[in-house]
């Protein structure tokens, strides 16, 4: 097995979190879905609501957000590896 970059894991991340949450938002105001599903991130996410605006400031928080925590995955992950092989 191999390491994990701690830079390009968090990079991808980041990307993929605030993706999907940017996507979710509009997928909510296209189909008009139950917007409850995503409003619970609005007690995180300083500004964010399920709009086209609230989009924009969710993948702003949401980026960084995913970026630290698949830096701390891809750090523990390298931490437990030698464990993992032996």
């Given at each position: 097995m191999n390491k994990?970059?701690?830079?390009a894991f968090a990079i991808?991340?980041?990307l993929l979190w605030g993706a999907a949450l940017f996507f979710m938002t509009w997928w909510l105001i296209a189909w008009g879905e139950d917007a409850s599903v995503l409003n619970w991130l609005s007690a995180f996410y300083r500004g964010?609501?399920?709009s086209p605006m609230g989009s924009v400031i969710g993948l702003a928080w949401a980026v960084p957000d995913?970026?630290?925590g698949g830096a701390i995955f891809a750090?523990?992950?390298n931490k437990c590896?030698?464990?993992i092989q032996a």
């Open positions: 994990l970059s701690v830079r991808t991340a980041g964010y609501d399920v995913g970026a630290f750090w523990v992950y590896l030698p464990k």
